[in-house]
């Protein structure tokens, strides 16, 4: 059974940068495309960027283009979100979750437990 843990999250100022790690274990990695998600208090929960299997493909939504990127070492079965010019609409607990297929298909059978992020002066 795959399971995903997360990391990286923390707070940090309006302007400012963090990177969130998520790590997979015990199952297949490499193969699955893979997505990262936010959920902030009182608002459903969002897709924030996704990412093919190979990493040739991905996929941003629009208000986090230009300042966030998704990334993947499939050596290391990690996928990143490397966030910048943070916002304090940014803030939210980010999940990452696993595709059941190599291509976006938003169709993810595996969640990591979140991780907090908080954007604030």
């Known amino acids: 059974q795959v399971q995903l843990v997360e990391s990286g999250g923390g707070l940090v100022q309006p302007g400012g940068s963090l990177r969130l790690s998520c790590t997979a274990s015990?199952?297949?990695?490499?193969?699955?495309?893979m997505g990262w998600f936010r959920q902030a208090p009182g608002k459903e929960r969002e897709t924030v960027a996704a990412?093919?299997?190979?990493?040739?493909?991905?996929y941003y939504k629009d208000s986090v283009k230009g300042r966030f990127i998704i990334s993947r070492d499939n050596a290391v079965n990690t996928v990143a979100l490397q966030m910048n010019s943070l916002k304090p609409d940014d803030t939210a607990v980010y999940y990452c979750?696993?595709?059941?297929?190599?291509?976006?298909?938003?169709?993810?059978?595996?969640w990591g437990q979140g991780t907090q992020v908080t954007v604030s002066s």
């Open positions: 979750a696993r595709d059941r297929a190599r291509a976006y298909s938003g169709d993810y059978d595996v």
């Open positions: 015990g199952g297949i990695f490499a193969t699955h495309a």
């Open positions: 990412i093919s299997s190979d990493g040739r493909s991905t």
